[in-house]
């Protein structure tokens, strides 16, 4: 059980680079990934056309932990909200006409990857 955290670790990073790669061909352009501050983390930040989108990935692998998007809680949104203002003081350069928090869901089973796209989780 030791080498559980690594497993999660990587499979959250394989997860996040696949979510970048659908990102980027679903007309999205990434501008950031794990942005941190005192409050938490955000995934991916990335334009869609004149919005700026916070999105919060989740991956699973099988079926037996159930959606990804079951990880996304009332709580987890409600804090992804309060980073977005965070975002903006650590970048005074960047302003956005709109502002949306997407979730993308990473399913891994075997070779094959799903991706699940929700627009304004709010």
């Known amino acids: 059980m030791e080498h559980t955290p690594l497993r999660n670790s990587s499979l959250g990073r394989f997860g996040e680079d696949r979510a ?3 990102l980027g061909d679903h007309g999205f352009r990434v501008i950031e990934r794990n942005w941190r501050c005192a409050r938490g983390e955000v995934d991916i930040i990335a334009w869609q056309s004149c919005t700026l989108v916070f999105i919060e990935v989740k991956t699973r692998a099988g ?6 998007f079951e ?3 009332a709580a987890k949104v ?3 909200r309060r980073l977005v203002p965070a975002w903006f003081a650590d970048h005074p350069e960047v302003s956005a006409k709109a502002i949306r928090i997407d979730a993308v869901a990473v399913h891994v089973d075997g070779d ?3 991706i699940d ?3 304004g989780v709010l």
């Open 63 to 68: 079926n037996s932990t159930g959606h990804p």
């Open 117 to 119: 796209h929700i627009a």
């Open 112 to 114: 094959r990857v799903g």
């Open 78 to 80: 409600s804090r992804l």
């Open 71 to 73: 990880a996304i809680t």
């Open 20 to 22: 970048v790669e659908w």
